[in-house]
């Protein structure tokens, strides 16, 4: 019987503990794509503009590295919480 890992995101309770927890996706995404500079990328930072480069380009050149769809997966959560933080259409004038 083969086994599979299943990764479950921890509940979290207030927004400093998810601060804490994305900064740690984004340590874990830096280790990823500067492990060996083995990925094909302009910067191997965990800056949103790096994260938005490499979900947006990385399949043509990078699609077959060991642990992409870890290191995509990490890309499109860090992205999601940035995205949820900076919709600003809430905001009335």
Request: charged fraction near 25%.
């Amino acid at each position: 019987m083969m086994m599979r890992m299943i990764t479950m995101q921890p509940k979290i309770f207030n927004s400093m503990d998810k601060i804490f927890y994305i900064l740690n996706k984004r340590y874990e995404y830096e280790q990823l794509v500067s492990y060996r500079k083995n990925y094909k990328l302009p910067s191997y930072d965990s800056d949103i503009e790096s994260i938005r480069y490499f979900i947006n380009n990385s399949y043509k050149n990078n699609r077959f590295r060991k642990n992409y769809k870890q290191v995509l997966a990490l890309a499109v959560e860090i992205m999601e919480y940035y995205n949820e933080k900076t919709n600003l259409s809430g905001i009335h004038r």
